[in-house]
């Protein structure tokens, strides 16, 4: 399966962008999903993934701004970020579990301008 991050671009602190992820397949059966984050100098962290048991977990930093969603009619999943602060300035990374492999997306670059 291909996934295809998109919707990042420079945004203005407190704005509110909504990430998209594309995927080549149907999305019912990509189990767990989620989006992770890399900023320069840092380690990749998740920032919100839906698990198996149906659950949606979120990194402490964005809980209460940023919400996951995913629509499987379209074989999508998002990620609406909101207030978003400059030290949300990452690359934005869709991912996900399917027959046992991780797949991800190429990345999404989001800066947050003060």
């Known amino acids: 399966v291909q996934l295809q991050a998109c919707g990042g671009g420079l945004v203005q602190a407190g704005g509110s962008p909504r990430l998209s992820c594309a995927a080549s397949?149907?999305?019912?059966?990509?189990?767990?999903m989620g989006w992770y984050r890399q900023a320069p100098g840092k380690q990749r962290e998740l920032v919100a993934a839906?698990?198996?048991?149906?659950?949606?977990n979120y990194a402490d930093s964005v809980k209460g701004r940023f919400t996951f969603s995913r629509d499987n009619a379209k074989n999508l999943f998002y990620l609406q970020m909101n207030s978003l602060k400059p030290e949300d300035t990452a690359a934005y990374y869709c991912?996900?579990?399917?027959?046992?492999?991780?797949?991800w997306g190429q990345g999404t670059q989001v800066t947050v301008s003060s």
């Open positions: 397949r149907s999305i019912s059966s990509i189990n767990p």
């Open positions: 991912s996900g579990w399917l027959a046992g492999y991780n797949y």
């Open positions: 839906l698990t198996r048991g149906g659950s949606t």
